[in-house]
Every structure is written in structure tokens, then in C-alpha cells.
């Protein structure tokens, strides 16, 4: 009797020790790893809101919850990555203007990445619509986020729905990364990188819709991480490619995030000023920008001194 009351005494310790354990881990989860709707505080002032995106326009994305429309009503301002060429307060950025500077001017991707590397970005762009000339002649950072399988959808992706919106409300509208600091971020990726990574999306081109709709499930409850995982999960984890890998973070998401959360501060200040209590300004802005140390979320604490707090909303 007394041994199986040991027993059950130590089932019970261990069923403790587990569950505290559980505890700790939720608890201890890194900040900024779930969660895509964010509201922005500075001096016990709502200045403002974030919300994370993924740039397709897949009814399950683009469909937005009432409480964040709420939120998007309210708010004074609007920011977003960039200006789409489409708009007429961009008039400066047409998509000719952007797409050259997204081509080779005198040699072409076949030069610098084969023959073979070129011939197949020619045929999925090609089919996809894409001219001739630039199929042949775009840089490999540039064929490597343009190789895509075509849209099953029709219509705006979110963030473009909401600069829509925005402008039909006569929002202030701020951009928080124009389309030359985007492009010098990837012009400075190495072109050894770039031409090696191409490949590596080339390869995973066949699993492209699979990966896509792992994204948006990852996306839809908000999992950060899986969703940085998935949507880079194509890049090579061979230890020898490993500077690639890191080169890629670097140019496409973090020197992208110092640049975005340095051009949000203005917009969230005004809802201190001039703003204040009229809703601050909502931020659209692509989800894998959020997470992490050099995510724009932990930018903004740490460099800017505002509080953020995540928002619950489904």
C-alpha cells in the first residue's frame, strides 16, 4: 500500500514538474513570434497600429476581420511598403521606370548565371505574361522573387486594398520604404548570392504551391516563425552555402526593417502632436518583417521607446 502511494505521489510530482515545464516554455517563448496585429503606444498615447501581410491575393488573406477594420476606420493615417506604380500620388515610380532598374543594361542573366538557370526563368516568366527582354535580361535577385506560379485569384493583394481604402477615406498616406531604398538593398547583395539562390528557388519551383498554402495556413494563425521558415525554406541548408542563406536575410528583410521602422516613427509621432486621439496611423507591412530581434516590432521598442502590444482579433 505504501509503495503504490509512493507511486502515486511520484506520478503526481512528475505530472507537476511537466506541466510547470509546459508553463515554462509558453511562457518563455521569444517576443514578437506570434501574432500579426499590433497596436503602438508612446507616452500612454495609442499612436498607432501594425499589421502584418503576406503580399498574395488569396480570398483567406485577403478577407479582414471586422475588428481590424475597424481599427483601419478609425485610424488618421496610412503607411505601407511602397507605393504600387498603379497610383496616381506615385507619379514618379511608374512600373517601366522600377522594371529597368530591375534588368541588366547590357549583358544578360545567361551571362552571369547559365544558360541553363536563364532558360528556365525565361519560360516560367514568359508564360506567366513577362516581355521577352525582360525575361533575359532581369537580375537573378529580381528572377528569383518573380518566379512564381501564376494566381489562381483576381484582384488587390491586402495591402493594396487597404491604400484603396485608404485614399477613398482621405487618409495621410506615408510609404515607410521607397522603391530605391528597396532596390539598394538588393543591389548590394552579392551577385554570387544572388545567382545561387536563384537556383535554389528554381529547384523547389514544382513544390511552389504546396509551399504557398503552407505559408497561409502558417500565416492564418499567426505563427511567425513557421511562416519565415516555410517561405525560406527553399534556400539550400548546405553548410558551404550557409554566407547565401545569411545574405539573403540581410538584403531582403533586415536592412529592409531598419530602413521601415526608422520611417514609421514619424507617422506614429504625429499621433502625439497634431494627431493625437484621432486613431494614429495603421501600418501595413509584410509579416516576416515583424519577428525577431531585427524584426520592426522590436526596432521600434528598443530604438524608438514605444510600447507594443499584440492584438487579439479572431
Known amino acids: 500500500m505504501e509503495y503504490k502511494n509512493n507511486q502515486t505521489i511520484v506520478g503526481a510530482v512528475l505530472a507537476s514538474i ?7 516554455v509558453v511562457s518563455n517563448k521569444p517576443k514578437f513570434t506570434e501574432g500579426i496585429f499590433w497596436q503602438v503606444e508612446k507616452d500612454g498615447e495609442v499612436v498607432g497600429h501594425i499589421y502584418g501581410t503576406i503580399h498574395v491575393n488569396e480570398e483567406r488573406v ?13 485610424s488618421k493615417g496610412f503607411s505601407i511598403e511602397a507605393f504600387p506604380s498603379s497610383h496616381l500620388w506615385n507619379p514618379y515610380h511608374g512600373f517601366e521606370n522600377i522594371k529597368q532598374r530591375m534588368m541588366f543594361k547590357k549583358k544578360t542573366l545567361a551571362e552571369v548565371a547559365g544558360e541553363e538557370t536563364a532558360q528556365k526563368v525565361y519560360t516560367i516568366l514568359t508564360n506567366n505574361g513577362v516581355n521577352e ?22 484582384g488587390p493583394i491586402i495591402d493594396h486594398k487597404l491604400l484603396d481604402m485608404a485614399s477613398i477615406q482621405n ?36 513544390k511552389m504551391e504546396k509551399t504557398l498554402d503552407e505559408m497561409i495556413e502558417a500565416y492564418l494563425v499567426e505563427d511567425l516563425v513557421s511562416l519565415t521558415n516555410i517561405s525560406t525554406n527553399f534556400i539550400s541548408k548546405d553548410p558551404k552555402k550557409k554566407f547565401h542563406r ?3 536575410f540581410k538584403h531582403s528583410i533586415d536592412i529592409r526593417n531598419v530602413v521601415m521602422a526608422h520611417y514609421m516613427n514619424m507617422p506614429f509621432l504625429y499621433g502625439l502632436d497634431k494627431f493625437k486621439g484621432q486613431g ?16 520592426v516590432l522590436n526596432l521600434l521598442e528598443k530604438n524608438y521607446g514605444y510600447k507594443i502590444s499584440r492584438i487579439e482579433f479572431k
Not at 535580361?137 to 501564376?150: D, E, N
Request: aromatic share 12%; charged share 25%.
Open 18 to 24: 511537466l506541466i510547470l515545464t509546459i508553463v515554462l
Open 62 to 74: 485577403t478577407r479582414i476581420s471586422k475588428k481590424v477594420m475597424d481599427i483601419f476606420n478609425n
Open 133 to 154: 527582354k525582360y525575361a533575359k535580361q532581369i537580375k537573378p535577385w529580381a528572377a528569383m522573387f518573380s518566379v512564381a506560379s501564376k494566381s489562381k485569384y483576381t
Open 171 to 206: 487618409k495621410e498616406i506615408y510609404q515607410i520604404e521607397s522603391p530605391e531604398e528597396m532596390l539598394a538593398a538588393f543591389y548590394a547583395m552579392p551577385m554570387e548570392s544572388q545567382v545561387s539562390l536563384l537556383k535554389d528557388k528554381l529547384k523547389s519551383f514544382d
Open 246 to 248: 545569411d545574405m539573403y
Open 280 to 295: 494614429g496611423t495603421f501600418v501595413s507591412v509584410g509579416a516576416m518583417h515583424l519577428p525577431g530581434k531585427k524584426g
